[in-house]
């Protein structure tokens, strides 16, 4: 019932419009009922299907019944039709003669979308939360679930689950390409790492316990699978390491978007292309992402300077990558993106540059301000919302 409400709900901008196309469909039919009533009882000669049109084989009082049913049930499979465009108020910015129709299709479910990544992406994400049905957002397996949903409770995100894809969490190393084994969420903590890239990554334990329930089920409900925004070898990857995980998400029949990072990871993916991090995906998911969002917007001199001084460079799309050029499905206006590794990667604004204070253990009473560029969560969203209304 409520599903109806909530449907015909969508009509009540045009009830004075109804209301009076309704009063005229009734006009015109007692119009045309009076000029059969004279025709019938002055015209001689009149066919037999008049008769039967008219239908004089009933008494009076069952034709109004039968035709009053047959009229109820046309009105209501066409307000039920039409219920299916909303018309909304027009925008002051369109001009005085334009109109915004929207139509949707209400016969699909609210979507479901299921988000692996860490923390501070889940958090990026969260006002996607508000635009689907449910959101469920699988932790990394380092990680404990009790973080997030502490964080879960300060920002009191709607339609937002978080669950652990194993029951305890498990240990991740890292195998850089100088051959130094180190702990995947410790790399940041050795500058003299920040040259490196990570080799391979393993987990320490031989015999990992199986998937919880809840995480099979997040994969196989979803309408899209997210991996990112965060660090691909910390937050996106470790969870592939679960053969078990692997298979469920290759299964899944959601589309699988990646979110490309801004930026290199000193000692992770130093030197790194968009490409490279979808080989990656590739590699460990054993998957090829349906689409890639990639930041498009230039940073400015003086940022990418600073990060430059911390070994990170923004990850941009290289001319050498490009397999071919496709149009974006659904997009009436031809834009188009660029298929690398198989994947359809798409360049949209994504990022803002804010101001982040920092500390040093040595002197944790003084900070500074340092400008750092983050993925911006109202453009992320948006982004993300076009996408889904193309699956």
């Keep these: 019932m409520k599903n109806i409400f909530n449907r015909l709900n969508a009509l009540r901008y045009l009830i004075p419009s109804l209301s009076l196309t309704f009063a005229g469909v009734v006009l015109l039919s007692l119009g045309v009922a009076y000029l059969f009533i004279h025709a019938y009882r002055t015209v001689e000669g009149l066919p037999d299907v008049v008769w039967w049109l008219t239908l004089q084989f009933l008494p009076r009082p069952w034709r109004g019944v039968l035709l009053l049913g047959a009229g109820l049930a046309v009105l209501a499979g066409g307000i039920w039709q039409l219920s299916g465009v909303v018309v909304i108020p027009r925008p002051s910015q369109l001009p005085a003669d334009g109109e915004l129709v929207l139509g949707y299709d209400r016969a699909k479910r609210p979507r479901r979308i299921a988000v692996i990544s860490g923390g501070a992406g889940m958090l990026v994400l969260s006002g996607l939360s508000e635009q ?49 084994l180190i702990d995947v969420r410790h790399i940041h903590l050795h500058p003299e790492l920040a040259d490196r890239r990570v080799q391979r990554l393993r987990l320490t334990q031989a015999n990992p316990p199986p998937l919880t329930r809840v995480t099979v089920e997040a994969l196989q409900e979803a309408d899209a699978i997210v991996l990112g925004p965060g660090s691909l070898f910390e937050s996106i990857l470790p969870n592939f ?147 889904l209304r193309r699956v």
């Design 132 to 180: 689907v049905d449910r959101m469920t957002c699988i932790v990394p397996v380092t990680d404990p679930v009790e973080y997030y949903y502490r964080a879960s409770g300060l920002l009191n995100q709607p339609n937002v689950y978080y669950v652990v894809p194993t029951p305890m969490p498990l240990e991740v190393i890292a195998e850089l390409d100088d051959s130094t």
């Design 241 to 387: 390491l679960l053969a078990e995980f692997a298979e469920a998400v290759r299964k899944s029949p959601a589309k699988k978007i990646f979110v490309c990072n801004l930026m290199t990871e000193p000692g992770r993916t130093t030197g790194f292309r968009v490409a490279d991090h979808i080989r990656a995906i590739k590699e460990y998911a054993g998957i090829t992402p349906d689409y890639v969002l990639v930041n498009a917007q230039r940073i400015d001199p003086e940022t990418t300077r600073i990060y430059a001084a911390a070994h990170q460079s923004p990850v941009y799309l290289d001319p050498g990558d490009y397999e071919e050029l496709a149009t974006l499905p659904g997009d009436v206006h031809g834009r188009r993106g660029v298929i690398i590794e198989g994947s359809m990667v798409i360049e949209a604004d994504l990022s803002a540059a804010v101001i982040q204070y920092t500390t040093s253990l040595d002197n944790p009473q003084q900070s500074r301000a340092v400008r750092v560029l983050r993925h911006d969560g109202q453009k992320l969203t948006a982004a993300l919302l076009e996408l």
